[in-house]
């Protein structure tokens, strides 16, 4: 029912399937009130595209008339809309209003018996301001409700909520145990007051603690999450689906949202908006216009405005740019600034699910920037993975226009006549040897002449890191002809460097791990390289075809022959997708590898990876490039997992 289709770290574009049709996800949900519908839904579905809302199946319960009408004829039918309609349960009345009296159970079967698509326990609501032991006591109810009501579910798609008030111990022991459940989809609720607040560094928190424990194959739904200002982080910790009841709220204040922030009519000086609501009007007209009229041409601005955001949500997905469109936003409000910072605390956990590469640049935002994991996994690789050639001396430069190596050539040829050298660039992403100037993200990144103060201090830090632990009994800042001399005095040698190869070990072991290079040992190596660009193309060892290089991220494209190679000289796990026996017959034959018959894969994995995929006896059966990581694989139900490029058939 749910399938990932594209993907920027946690962020993704899915594909909801539910009786009533497919919803791409991240979607916004607007709430229908069945007794006042200031846009319809069947106007939702044609001016906005809409192909799901949610509406209260409680409020529905309570009213006779629409009760009646609900369990004759159905949700659908009493709200004329024939898309895929979500109920919640009444637990936000609950919080509201503090007096619904329904059972569990009895409503998650009226959800069912009028035909939601998909229905909602009666969770209970845990509010920011709950001790732990009351916030611990509605986790309990919540769970106890939650088991009682999946039995229940029928036919219908069943949401488990996640509470725990602001203890991320809680809601970590809610996200778990629900997990265990027959869920289709994990709403994270009691957030409406951390919103209403504008603490969203606190959403972060309890964001991140629930979705850690959740599957990563159930769509994850924040509930109440209805201002496109929180639309971008969201989606960034991998939520898929927001419910929106604040455009017609608003409206009725006659506020108007927008991504960066939200302006009262009253204090605007145009209509700054290209909407369909905005362009059919004037602000004097909307101004003179009688309220009732004026109160939905704002709702209907809320709502594309919104919906528009999520468009550029899935744009920043498909280009790889969520990072940037986060940090971007993160300047329209401090508390979302806290925010972005607070999500830094999960760097290791979202480096997981954080693409190797992308085909657009790495865009400096500013200090922030510097902890997004691409930053942190590159450091990481670099000194867990790479080895240094054996030279006697470094010579370090300066951040520089690149490729570095063609920035620098001069300098490198020259010192290279006469010293036994190797060469490193203090970079913004760390000590980037010249060997490895064209792999991504050092070749594509974007960043300003002037970096930030506390971004140079950092980088200072992991350049002393390296000084403490490289190894080099030599090692030098170039300074211009006197380091030449210098160098020449301590580390005479003539020495010719093989650039080509160099730069395939050294993206070798950076690409699939410490020892990765060594298939090269004893071997014949020849590279093809383009003639345009001089840059390497193909990598010939002992006269197979092992290996391309590609031009957009200096990656390698592995082919069977480099696999075999690799299976050698790295013991499984590593670079495995491990495929079950008969799957793996069709893999061999070059059929993409479906998720659902991954048995085993190697924790090291991440999306864009080059694999090798075999059966459960490790015999190859192809390559190809993952689109999931480990937990990915082992939980989707539906969808690609290894999208096969060679197969040994
Ligand atoms: N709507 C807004 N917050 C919540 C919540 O915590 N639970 C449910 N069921 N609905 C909500
Ligand atoms: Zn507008």
């Not at 070749?443 to 890191?465: F, H, I, K, N, Y």
């Not at 460097?497 to 950076?510: F, H, K, Q, T």
Request: proline letters at 5%; a negative charge.
């Amino acid at each position: 029912m749910f399938e990932l289709k594209e993907r920027d770290g946690l962020a993704r574009i899915c594909e909801l399937k539910t009786r009533h049709g497919a919803v791409t996800t991240p979607a916004l949900l607007p709430v229908v009130n069945p007794n006042q519908l200031t846009i319809t839904p069947k106007e939702m579905q044609d001016e906005f595209g809409v192909d799901m809302v949610i509406t209260n199946s409680y409020i529905i319960w309570n009213d006779e008339r629409l009760r009646l009408r609900a369990v004759e004829s159905g949700v659908h039918s009493l709200l004329e809309y024939d898309g895929s309609v979500m109920t919640d349960s009444g637990t936000f009345q609950d919080h509201v209003y503090g007096d619904v009296e329904v059972d569990f159970r009895e409503i998650v079967e009226f959800q069912r018996d009028i035909g939601s698509d998909i229905g909602t326990i009666l969770d209970v609501f845990s509010e920011p301001d709950f001790t732990e032991d009351e916030a611990r006591a509605a986790v309990d109810e919540t769970l106890l409700r939650a088991r009682g009501s999946a039995q229940l579910k029928g036919d219908m798609f069943l949401a488990g909520t996640v509470q725990g008030g602001t203890y991320a111990n809680l809601r970590e022991r809610c996200a778990m145990e629900l997990s265990r459940m027959n869920f289709d989809m994990h709403p994270i609720g009691g957030v409406v007051p951390l919103l209403q607040d504008y603490r969203f560094s606190d959403v972060v928190r309890v964001v991140m603690a629930s979705k850690q424990h959740l599957p990563p194959s159930r769509p994850v739904h924040l509930f109440g999450a209805g201002h496109p200002l929180v639309f971008p982080i969201a989606v960034l910790m991998g939520c898929d689906l927001f419910d929106s009841a604040s455009y017609a709220k608003y409206a009725r204040e006659e506020r108007m949202m927008f991504p960066t922030g939200t302006r009262f009519l009253s204090g605007l000086r145009d209509l700054a908006c290209g909407c369909p609501a905005c362009t059919s009007t004037s602000i004097e007209e909307l101004r003179a216009a009688d309220p009732e009229e004026r109160v939905k041409t704002i709702a209907r601005h809320n709502l594309h405005v919104s919906v528009q955001e999520l468009k550029n949500v899935r744009n920043a997905i498909h280009e790889g740019s969520i990072w940037e469109l986060v940090e971007r936003r993160a300047r329209a409000h401090p508390a979302l600034l806290e925010a972005l910072k607070a999500l830094e605390e999960n760097t290791e956990y979202l480096e997981r699910f954080e693409p190797v590469s992308r085909r657009g640049a790495f865009f400096y935002c500013g200090p922030e920037s510097y902890d997004r994991p691409a930053v942190k996994r590159y450091r990481d690789r670099f000194f867990s993975r790479y080895r240094r050639p054996a030279t006697k001396a470094l010579v370090g430069f300066e951040e520089g226009k690149k490729p570095y190596s063609r920035s620098y050539a001069r300098e490198i040829a020259a010192i290279s006549e006469s010293v036994d050298a190797s060469f490193i660039v203090a970079s913004f992403f760390g000590p980037v040897p010249i060997e490895l100037d064209e792999m991504y993200p050092i070749a594509q990144s974007v960043l300003p002449d002037t970096l930030d103060e506390d971004v140079v201090r950092r980088m200072r830090d992991v350049m002393e890191r390296h000084a403490h632990g490289h190894g080099y009994p030599i090692a030098a800042m170039w300074d211009g002809v006197e380091t030449l001399e210098f160098l020449k005095d301590v580390a005479r040698r003539r020495r010719s460097i093989d650039m080509d190869m160099l730069r395939c070990r050294a993206v070798l072991d950076m690409q699939f791990g410490r020892g990765a290079a060594n298939i090269l040992d004893g071997k014949e190596v020849e590279f093809v390289k383009s003639r345009n660009t001089g840059k390497i193309r193909n990598v010939i060892i002992d006269g197979r075809h092992a290996l391309s290089m590609r031009a957009y991220d200096g990656r390698f494209t592995l082919k069977i022959e480099g696999a075999r190679l690799l299976s050698e000289a790295l013991p499984p796990p590593r670079m495995r997708v491990v495929v079950e026996d008969e799957p793996a017959q069709f893999a061999a034959k070059g059929a993409n590898v479906f998720a659902k018959f991954v048995s085993e894969c190697d924790p090291d994995i991440r999306p864009g990876d080059d694999v090798i995929v075999t059966n459960t006896k490790e015999d190859i059966a192809a390559v190809g490039r993952a689109l999931m990581n480990r937990e990915e694989m082992l939980a989707f139900e539906r969808g690609i997992a290894v999208r096969v490029k060679q197969a040994v058939e």
